[in-house]
């Protein structure tokens, strides 16, 4: 039956060891995450506590936070605990994804993978510190303050949890613009000398997703807007440096595969 569709015992053989490894490498993943809620359930509310810093620590006194359903008050810091556990299990998730792939890539694109996940998982992590430190305390000092004084400012602690996932994620996506403008020029999709061409619309593009992802503000909008335009001259500029040590080492590749099949052809003769 094998032969009758093309394939050979062995490829077979090769197709469910490789998805045993994914098996493997999943229940790995799993493991880890899981590991890692159990050791942190214990402080969620305390986790919980110091995510809303930012707000409560503006909001107007005899105020406080509140759950409108009978439920928040546990599923809110355990969605948080679940949600951190995955954060945190990025690096060994990278690491997971990277073993399984890594057998089939030429030694230049290893070479070139490596720091580009390493920087992957610190731009992740830096675009969710940013949000937390830097955009918070003014997107919530701007909406905690032009409120009509009538209205008393009490906010579902599941709501706010939806939001600032929402925008943690928004801006850990954001700050890999520079590894996704790198892996677009090193694939040949375009050059760097066109991206600096149309810098402009790039420009326009990055305030038309901070509009879309933030809150409606002009703060919180340039706040994502202007580190996006940023983060992609920074991925211009990388681009120069690492795309031609790449060609370099194509051709390296190039020359070592001809040497190696012309010595299994004179070999063979």
């Known amino acids: 039956m094998s032969n009758q569709l093309g394939e050979t ?3 077979e053989q090769t197709l469910v060891s490789h998805l045993v490894e994914l098996r ?7 493991i880890i995450v899981f590991a890692v809620f159990l050791c942190l359930f214990y402080f969620a509310n305390d986790l919980y506590e110091y995510l809303s810093a930012p707000l409560t620590a503006l909001l107007p006194e005899g105020t406080s936070m ?14 948080l605990t679940l949600v951190l556990a995955i954060f945190l299990g990025i690096p060994f998730i990278l690491h997971q ?3 399984f792939i890594a057998p089939g890539l030429y030694n ?3 070479r070139l993978a490596t720091p580009l996940l390493i920087s992957s998982v610190f731009l992740f992590y830096a675009g969710i510190a940013f949000a937390y430190f830097v955009v918070f305390p003014l997107i919530f000092g701007f909406f905690t303050s032009t409120g009509p004084e ?3 400012i009490m906010t579902d602690i599941s709501s706010y949890l939806n939001f600032v996932l929402k925008l943690f994620f928004a801006f850990g996506v954001v700050f890999e613009i520079p590894i996704a403008t790198l892996l677009l020029i090193w694939s040949g999709a375009t050059t760097a000398k066109a991206l600096t061409e149309k810098r402009a619309y790039v420009l326009v593009c990055c305030f038309v997703v901070g509009m879309l992802l933030t809150p409606p503000d002009v703060i919180s909008q340039s706040l994502l807007a202007i580190p996006m335009w ?10 120069k440096f690492f795309v031609k040590k790449t060609d370099e080492d194509d051709l390296d590749d190039e020359l070592d595969a001809a040497i190696d099949e012309d010595e299994a052809n004179s070999q063979s003769s």
Do not use: C, Y
């Not at 493997?24 to 799993?30: A, E, G, N, T, Y």
């Open 9 to 11: 015992p062995k490829q």
């Open 108 to 110: 230049h694109e290893k």
């Open 230 to 239: 940023l983060l992609f001259e920074l991925g211009i500029v990388l681009s």
């Open 150 to 152: 009538s209205v008393a």
């Open 97 to 99: 994804v990277w073993g």
């Open 66 to 79: 509140i759950a409108t359903d009978v439920t928040s008050p546990f599923f809110a810091p355990f969605k």
């Open 24 to 30: 493997q490498r999943m229940m790995r993943i799993l």
